[in-house]
T-cell receptor
Framework: NAGVTQTPKFQVLKTGQSMTLQCAQD?????MYWYRQDPGMGLRLIYY???????DKGEVPNGYNVSRLNKREFSLRLESAAPSQTSVYFC???????????FGAGTRLSVL | QKEVEQNSGPLSVPEGAIASLNCTYS??????FFWYRQYSGKSPELIMS????GDKEDGRFTAQLNKASQYVSLLIRDSQPSDSATYLC??????????FGSGTRLSIRP
């Protein structure tokens, strides 16, 4: 049972490049989340998806887009990367009947 | 005002003592609260959840919730060096939204 899988684990981009961070869960969870974590800032919610077919903005959505492709997959896209988006990105999922989240291992992104 | 506030620390506690971590929140509607532990370079892992006023104990950990005063705390008894980590407070806000505080860095000194 893999849980929540994020790819890639590491990525270096140049300013203005685009990329998609992938997240997949095999626990049949309804809700999925994308967070970013900067030093001393804790986890800040970028976007979330309460269920398949729905997405909502979190605390810091600017510069990002998301797609809930199906129940398993929730991707995060940076259309034009900026140095301010250098961060560690975590994907999480949550079953519908409980409010406990399960996290992936994270993607460490550097934008030069 | 941030929805979830934590003292960033670092909080330094001698081995064997009680570590006390605090968190305040602004959303009175929140019903579910969580404490996550995060080791450096790792993803957060859930250690406690609490939904009702009062105390909830699990081994060396006790979570305390006071909805009237809008705070939640975590006590770690008999602190061990392996407890050194960042502790994140989180709450279930509404419509599946879960918000985290900025975390408190805890250091257990031998």
């Amino acid at each position: 049972n893999a849980g929540v899988t994020q790819t890639p684990k590491f990525q270096v981009l140049k300013t203005g490049q685009s990329m998609t961070l992938q997240c997949a869960q095999d626990m049949n969870h309804n809700s999925m989340y994308w967070y970013r974590q900067d030093p001393g800032m804790g986890l800040r919610l970028i976007y979330y998806s309460a269920s398949e077919g729905t997405t909502d903005k979190g605390e810091v959505p600017n510069g990002y887009n998301v797609s809930r492709l199906n129940k398993r997959e929730f991707s995060l896209r940076l259309e034009s990367a900026a140095p301010s988006q250098t961060s560690v990105y975590f994907c999480a999922s949550r079953p519908g009947q409980k409010n406990i989240q399960y996290f992936g291992a994270g993607t460490r992104l550097s934008v030069l | 005002q941030k929805e979830v506030e934590q003292n960033s620390g670092p909080l330094s506690v001698p081995e064997g003592a009680i570590a006390s971590l605090n968190c305040t929140y602004s959303d009175r509607v929140s019903q579910s609260f969580f404490w996550y532990r995060q080791y450096s370079g790792k993803s957060p892992e859930l250690i406690m959840s609490i939904y009702s006023n009062g105390d909830k104990e699990d081994g060396r950990f006790t979570a305390q919730l006071n909805k009237a005063s809008q705070y939640v705390s975590l006590l770690i008894r008999d602190s061990q060096p392996s407890d050194s980590a960042t502790y994140l407070c989180a709450l279930y806000s509404s419509a599946s939204k879960i918000i985290f505080g900025s975390g408190t860095r805890l250091s257990i000194r031998p």
